[in-house]
């Protein structure tokens, strides 16, 4: 009755690829599952909902990530961030209603602190550090992560490597520890 389904935005996603070993989870062709750098892991559905300001019915193909979330909602609701610490995000609006053309991200970085892996993506190129390999891949051919590439391409690979060291070197430690405690700096 109040229309308010008209006027709000709505976010559909998963927050991980799906537990295999757990339940009846079934990534399909993607590799392993939750917890986990490969596609299985972090390839989830996302999908958006805005009456009158995203189309219907459009099939969006670039890599967004849920940072993109937070960005949207304040980029569309016109708070200005410039004076705070900068957002993680990409407003999608623009590019979902055919403002913007390209992709939102020129690349997207993912960390599993505790577990020691990290994965880059740029454009289809995705490297994979997990136990100490650093993999690479070209997801429009390979979308199963089936075929480590660093030997063939190793331009791409060495770049892809630097790129997640200076992203890295940016990041903080978890102030959480695994059961919700707060660690304390010594």
């Given at each position: 009755?109040?229309g308010?389904?008209e006027?709000t935005i709505?976010?559909f996603?998963?927050?991980?690829?799906?537990?295999?070993?757990?339940?009846?989870?079934?990534?399909g062709?993607?590799?392993?599952?939750?917890?986990?750098?490969?596609?299985?892991g972090i390839r989830?559905p996302f999908a958006?909902?805005?009456?009158?300001?995203?189309?219907?019915?459009?099939?969006?193909v670039?890599?967004?990530?849920?940072?993109?979330?937070l960005?949207?909602?304040?980029?569309?609701?016109?708070?200005?961030?410039r004076?705070?610490?900068?957002?993680d995000?990409?407003?999608?609006?623009?590019?979902?209603r055919?403002?913007?053309s390209g992709?939102?991200?020129?690349?997207?970085?993912w960390?599993?602190?505790?577990q020691?892996?990290?994965a880059?993506?740029?454009?289809?190129?995705?490297?994979?550090?997990?136990?100490?390999?650093?993999?690479?891949?070209?997801?429009?051919?390979?979308i199963?992560?089936?075929?480590d590439l660093?030997?063939?391409?190793k331009?791409?690979h060495r770049?892809?490597e630097?790129?997640?060291?200076?992203?890295n070197?940016q990041m903080?430690?978890?102030?959480?520890?695994?059961?919700?405690s707060?660690?304390?700096?010594?």
């Amino acid at each position: 009755g109040e229309g308010i389904d008209e006027n709000t935005i709505v976010f559909f996603l998963s927050d991980n690829g799906g537990p295999l070993e757990k339940n009846a989870s079934d990534n399909g062709v993607l590799r392993e599952g939750k917890g986990s750098p490969f596609e299985g892991g972090i390839r989830v559905p996302f999908a958006a909902r805005w009456p009158g300001q995203i189309p219907a019915g459009i099939d969006y193909v670039e890599p967004v990530i849920s940072l993109d979330i937070l960005a949207t909602i304040v980029g569309e609701a016109g708070v200005d961030t410039r004076n705070n610490k900068p957002l993680d995000g990409v407003n999608l609006a623009p590019y979902l209603r055919g403002e913007r053309s390209g992709a939102p991200h020129d690349i997207l970085f993912w960390r599993g602190y505790d577990q020691k892996w990290f994965a880059a993506r740029e454009a289809n190129h995705k490297l994979v550090n997990k136990r100490g390999g650093k993999l690479l891949f070209d997801l429009e051919d390979d979308i199963s992560e089936a075929n480590d590439l660093s030997r063939s391409d190793k331009e791409t690979h060495r770049d892809l490597e630097r790129q997640v060291e200076d992203w890295n070197g940016q990041m903080i430690d978890p102030v959480f520890d695994k059961l919700g405690s707060w660690k304390m700096n010594k």
